[in-house]
Every structure is written in C-alpha cells, then in structure tokens.
DNA sequence: TATGATAATGTTACCTGTAACAAAACATGG
DNA sequence: CCATGTTTTGTTACAGGTAACATTATCATA
C-alpha cells in the first residue's frame, strides 16, 4: 500500500497526475502517455481501463513538463500598447480566429506606450516560453531588442509598414493614407482643413506628417490640434470648438481616428454647423459606426482584422519552419468617400 | 572543458540558463539564483560579476520549472464567449488593469458560443496551469464542472448575476434590466414595444424574459424579432423594416444591444421616422456612441469594465488565500433616458 | 518446440530553477 | 589561535510528461 493510496480527509486532493491514473490501472505512468497520445500504441484491454481512469480521476494534461523540456510553449504572445482602443480589439480578434483554431493559446499583454513597460512585458511573455511573438510599434529599445535576438523566436511586428523591422513588419503606411485622404479633401474645394490628433503615438506622428506634406504639396498652411490623452467621442467636440476658435473660416477637419471625427461632426450637427457644406469631416480606420450613421463619415478604411489574421499566418508558418517570405508586408488602405467631405 | 563551452558555429546558441550564467561568473547556478531573488544574499564582489554576466549574455527567466514544481504560473485564464462583441473587449480592458499590476499574465481564449468549444478551452487554460479563470455564462457542461473542481482553482464567472454560480459570479441581473427598460418606455406611453434579439445566447434569453414579462403585466402583446447570427447596425435596419411589416403601428423598439439600436434608428432617420415623436428607440449597454449621437440613445448602462475590474479583484483576493466573500456580486444598472424614448 | 520478428510495456534520464540541507569561508571574542 | 557564530556558497532532489532505449510478452513459422 502506497502513501498515494491513503486519502486522508485532512489532504486535499491535488490535480491527478499521470502517474495517479497509471496507479489506479496498475500501468506505468509511459502507458499512460501513449494511450494519450495514441491510444493504438496500447493494448486493447489497457485501452478501455485507462480510458475508464482518466474518466474516473477526471485528468487534466499539463503542459508544463512539456514546456520545460521542449522549451515550446504552444502559446503565441500578443502585445499591444492598449486595449482601449477599438482598433486593438479588432486586430486581437483577428489574432484569435487564426492562432485559436491552430491550437495555439494566446498570451495577451499591453504596456500603455510605455517603454519601459513594453520592455516589462516582453520579459515577462519570454519567461513563459512565448513560440512566438506579435508586438507593435516600429520603435523598441536596445534592451528588447536584444531579447527577442536572445530569445530567438519568431517576431512580427504589426500596425506600421514603414519602419525597418526587426525581422517582419506587417502593417499600412500611415503616412501615405493620412496624404491621400488630405489630398482628397483638398482636391474636393477644401483650403482650410486642421487635422485633430490624440495619442501622439509614433502611428499617429506619421499621420501627421503625411497631413502637413499634403497641404505644403498645395500650397496650403496646416494646423495641427495635439493631445496626449486618448481619444473620445468628448474630445472630438472639444477640438472642433478650439479649431474654429483658432481658424474661424475652417472648412475642413481629418481627425486621427473616427472617435474624434464623429465627436466632431456631432457637435457640428449641435452647432447648425452644415456637414459637409460648412465643413468638411474625415476619420480614419472605418469602424462599422462610421458606415452606419448619417452622413456616412468620409475615413481611411484600414484592414485591422486582415493585418491580425496575416500576422498570425506569417508567425504560425515561420514557427512550422519557413523562413521570412516578405521583410514588410504594405497592407492596402482605402479613401471612403462618404458624405462628410 | 565542458560540451558547453565550445561554440562551433554550426550550433545556435539557444537561450541562456541560469547554469551558463553561472559558468561564466564560475558560480553554482544556485549562487546566480539568489542574486537574482535578493541581490544581497551574495558577496558584494560577486554582485556585479553575475550582473555583468547576466547582460552580457542577455539572460531571460524562465517561469517554467516554477511552474512545473510548483504548479503556480501566475497567469489567469479569461474565457469568453466571443471577441467580436465590444462588451467583451470592455471587460477585458478591466481584467487587465487589475491583473497586470499584480503581476499577472492573462491568457486569452474564446469559444463562439460553442459548449464544446469551452470545454476544450477550458481544458487548455488549464494544462497551462492558471492560478485562476474568469469564465462567462451561467450555463456549463459537467465535464467544465468536473475539470474545475479537480483543478481546484478559483473561478469566477461575469456577466449574469442570477443562475447559482460555480463558486462566485460577478454581473448584472439581465432580466430586471430588460423589465425596467420596458416599464419605463411604457410608462412614457409606448404601446406596441418590439424587442429586436441577435444572438440568442442566455443573457438574451433573460433579457427577452423581462421585456415579456413588462408587456405582460401592463397587458400588452410582446413581439421579439430573433435571429441566432451576431448584431450588427445592418441588422437594426433590417429588423425595423421586419417589425413595421409584421406590425405597422409599432411605436417602441427595444433592442438587446446598442449595435442593434442606433442601426435601428439611423434607418428611421433614412425612412422619416420621427424618433422617439413615431418611434422610440432604446438600446442595452450605454456604449460611448450612444451617449455621444444626435438623439442621444435610450439604453440601460451596464457597468462593463467594472465587472472585469471585480472579477478580476476578486480573482486575486482569492489567489492570495481568502475565501469567497459574497456568492453573487449583483451589479446595478441604469436606465438612461436619452432621447430617442 | 525453438526461433526470430513484432507488439506491448517498462526504465532511465532529461528539461531548469529553487527549497532544503550541507559545507565551507570568514569574522569575532576570549 | 581556537571556539563559536555568521555569512556565503555548494549539493541534492524535485516537479511531470516523454524520448530513447531496454525488456518482456506474443505469435507465426520452420
């Protein structure tokens, strides 16, 4: 009789191992293992009296032993600067419909454009044996740099097309869609557009610098709202006060993101403003909302869900063995017209 | 001269261990260990070798054989229904901003509404070893039962304050919502309510329960619109055409979502139906935009972001040993008036 | 029945950090 | 300079599943 055999009341039953169901077939615990892995590895009547105590224990596999001496994981790690943004939740669900059904878990982590966080955060996603990793941002320190070197797993990195990547970028160009649809206000009559950005991140700073060479390329002077903070329904109205206070003959407003832009041409509608008569309106992303309402909202329709889903395409195949096939994956964009400009 | 100490070029250098850290200061792994728990438990000259050592090689920790040996890894499983929903994304954001600064990994996963599905997710999270879950829906498999009472974690379930829970449930009691939302659009004169459901999982079913249940008791006739696909704003419009042809003078449209909602009142606007003067409009959630839009939405506020923030407080309160302080944690709502009722 | 082949099961070692115990190095006081 | 205490470092074992190798059981055929 083994001490294992003893259930004493005092003693809480812990999660059975393998050996527990082992025990109770009077198997090893190897058995076990390859009745689990291929139950045909096992004779017939060991089939059924394992099957019977995994049932009976109610076994759980652990993938710990696995990850410890594979050093594989089977978990990807997503990280993200935010969560609040809805273009995130986008990109995380088209993360999930891919790596999901693949059989990969995801480790989710986000650092709140923080540097030292992001640095934090891929530390801690590595010290899980991540197989493989999808940040953002095209800027990272030496120090996580020298991490994913180290770890030497897959990297992709998502949002931006630009940037030289670590290894694999894929993303949109920010700058050229902020240009084209800069363009195309200016190109429908309007001189006068401010540009109304939040969250200076690095994505938002292309934005910017696409915005002001188109209205340089036609002569015309930008202006340029800025705030740290994050975006919001509120502030797209706050903004579009300030603007008309700073520039009275405002005639057309490109907002970093359809948050603003449809706080703004709300607070439009409030102010009797005429959209897109009196002034013209555009966001950028093209969240269903911005299809819905009336006016359609003139925005730069990105593919956020498509860039989660080839990211994960890319990191799963190169964690199958092949190697990088493109260094910058450049994702479309397009200009939605609506009926705001 | 050990194996470890010859790098032909052939052999990629994998990850550092704690062992070739201590190789190369010319410690026991054991002594690097210390000084990376509590620097001061090692000789002062010691200190800087191992931290020069650490650098140079650019070693990461490595949660597995913790894990392994103590079947701790201080991550949290997250188990939702789907991503696609933006309710669910709000409760995320809240589960991260607790769980994160404790020093918690999330793991991520979802199930499509699918029972099979969550069993299997659930067996994933848990070969993973989670200190804990935080599960949704009220409903589950006995073999779900079964995993989580042999894995002997905590686990809380959001959501739905009303089925008995597990062990501990965190949400809002659907069904009083629904009723108070009817009630209140009845006691504003509306007669001819029509309930506008997609997705008919079981916090609808409650919320089709209550609205049923507020027509009934002021003797009014229920009409419910059912589809099983997901909410959409083409699926507001869709269904108003749906309602007005099945029913003509309806004069209230309560919807289970905002999505439903504002797709719903944007295709009165498009067909000139005064709203709320022929037709109110409510929605369920108080998701930003329905706060923001011209009429402002009629909706039951729920405290999405707080429920994950509870969820996972409690979670954690739990995780550092305390029992189950309430079994039912029943979050209130709020009726917004807006103005589309 | 003996023989070799094949199928079924068992044994051992390993992955890596750390708890627990052991030993060595060092310091202090008599 | 020894005895004793303290600090610092080393040694061993362990967690649980599985690869790799070893052994035993089974069976068909000579």
Excluded: W
């Amino acid at each position: 009789m083994k001490s294992s055999d003893i259930k004493s009341p005092s003693m809480k039953n812990k999660r059975p191992t393998l050996q527990d169901v082992a025990d109770l077939v009077g198997v090893t615990k190897m058995t076990v293992s390859r009745f689990l892995r291929n139950p045909d590895q096992v004779s017939v009547p060991l089939q059924t009296k394992i099957a019977d105590a995994l049932e009976e224990l109610g076994y759980i596999p652990n993938r710990a032993p696995d990850i410890l001496s594979k050093s594989k994981s089977h978990a990807i790690g997503v990280l993200l600067p935010s969560l609040t943004n809805q273009v995130f939740a986008e990109v995380i669900r088209g993360i999930e419909s891919i790596v999901e059904p693949a059989g990969y878990q995801t480790m989710l982590a986000h650092y709140g454009y923080s540097k030292e966080a992001e640095e934090a955060r891929i530390a801690t996603l590595l010290s899980y044996n991540v197989d493989g990793l999808i940040i953002s941002e095209s800027y990272h320190t030496e120090r996580v740099r020298k991490m994913l070197a180290v770890a030497g797993i897959p990297v992709i990195e998502i949002m931006d097309s630009v940037s030289p990547p670590i290894e694999q970028a894929i993303g949109i160009d920010n700058e050229a869609a902020a240009y084209a649809m800069t363009d195309f206000m200016i190109k429908r009559g309007r001189q006068k557009i401010v540009y109304f950005a939040a969250r200076m991140d690095q994505r938002t700073l292309f934005k910017i610098k696409g915005y002001e060479t188109a209205m340089h390329d036609n002569g015309l002077t930008p202006l340029c709202l800025k705030t740290n903070s994050a975006s919001s329904f509120t502030l797209g109205a706050t903004f579009l006060h300030d603007a008309l206070q700073q520039q009275p003959d405002t005639d057309g407003i490109f907002c970093t993101n359809d948050d603003l832009a449809i706080g703004a041409l709300y607070a439009c509608q409030k102010a009797g403003i005429k959209v897109p008569q009196d002034i013209s309106i555009a966001g950028f992303h093209g969240h269903d909302i911005s299809r819905a309402m009336i006016p359609r909202l003139a925005t730069v329709i990105t593919p956020r869900e498509e860039m989660g889903r080839l990211a994960a395409e890319h990191l799963l195949s190169r964690l199958q063995g092949n190697p990088v096939s493109q260094t910058i994956i450049d994702l479309p964009f397009q200009i939605e017209a609506g009926e705001s400009v």
